[in-house]
């Protein structure tokens, strides 16, 4: 089954304890992002990787990084969670980035005490 | 601020009556796609309008777009229990042509059986 999985689901850490966050897509597109949603604000790009080794910011990258060493895995690292980063997010990948489609995760609800 | 905004935050309708919902942007666009989100689940995109089209439909979907006024709507006709989601627009602005969607803050539809 086509699909983009993330892990974990459901996340309670502490403040800067390092987590990451997995994403890998089986369709082999080339383009995934991340994004997390907060009440209110709808969904925000934190990241975004056009290709393998090629990744660039979103509208919110700040104490988020990424790695694209692979095609199919697109983790997102928190290096030292804080409590404005409890949030639910969301990891999305399309074929390329002409394509417009973007096919969603399940979603990682973190919560940072 | 934050591309895409709609309006109302939150609809509630009867089984079998029309939701519509509208989305505003401010830069110039490629593209609009709505997507739904069923309770703190994934996105799952629903259907797109190009710059250059004004209306398009899918079942029981209909979206409009007006570049001049920077809005868009979706509406729903027919509406059954089970299209209870949120809704959210996103737009593929033109000078970051498909490498990025900006969401907006979505609208909360209840469809009361």
Redesign the interface.
Known sequence: EAQ?TQNPRYLITVTGKKLTVTCSQNMNHE?M?W?RQDP??????IY?S?NVEVT?K??VPEGYKVSRKEKRNFPLILESPSPNQTS?Y?C?SKP????????????T?LTVL | S?Q?EEDPQALSIQEGENATMNCSYKTSIN?L?WYRQNS??????LI?IRSNEREKHSGRLRVTLDTSKKSSSLLITASRAADTASY?C?T?ARET??????????TQLTVNP
């Open positions: 983009v383009y992002s994004y209110g604000l709808g969904l925000r790009q975004y056009m660039d979103g509208d639910l969301f999305a390329g980035h002409l394509y417009n489609e973007q096919f969603f995760g399940p979603g609800r | 934050q895409g593209n796609q703190g689940r994934g996105l799952v995109h797109l959210f996103a593929d042509s498909g490498s990025r969607l900006t969401f907006g803050e979505g």
